[in-house]
């Protein structure tokens, strides 16, 4: 088989159109930059909203009046749903980026209070931002 080696090059992104819009020459882009070939930059927040809220993702239930209050000033690109009561149980990637920080997210779910019988004026959210890679390391 035949191959050669690489002279030049890094393992930088070579286009950042979501961000750049245009090239982004991989000297001068940080590690860690994310490139999204398929959309707009996004905000990316997780929520605590206390027990599991997999019992509420029916028409006019929880889930979808929080989906319908995120969406007065953004769009939700992604979003997914925890089966535990845990730290983070709904999380959500919206566009466009800065239409939220954590603070005013979580002032406007607080203020749906209670929605089908859950009480969302506890609700807790961060902006957790975006990472594919894992941070645990694994025994070999």
């Known amino acids: 088989m035949a191959g050669f080696t690489r002279i030049n090059g890094d393992a930088q992104p070579v286009f950042a159109m979501d961000v750049q819009n245009g090239p982004v020459a991989p000297s001068t882009a ?8 398929i959309g707009p930059a996004m905000d990316f927040f997780g929520f605590d909203l206390g027990a599991a809220p997999t019992d509420q993702l029916g028409v006019n239930e929880m889930v ?7 969406e007065q ?4 690109m992604m979003y997914s749903v925890s089966a535990t009561a845990n730290v983070t149980n709904m999380s959500v990637a919206v566009y466009p980026v800065g239409a939220y920080t954590a603070a005013t997210l979580q002032a406007q779910v607080r203020a749906l209070g209670t929605v089908n019988g ?8 961060t902006n957790v931002g975006f990472r594919l890679a894992s941070t645990a390391t694994s025994a070999s």
Do not use: R
């Open 73 to 76: 000033l953004s769009t939700v």
């Open 118 to 125: 859950y009480d969302l004026s506890g609700a807790t959210v």
């Open 64 to 70: 979808a009046q929080v989906m319908t209050s995120i």
């Open 30 to 37: 940080a590690a860690g930059t994310t490139t999204n070939f």
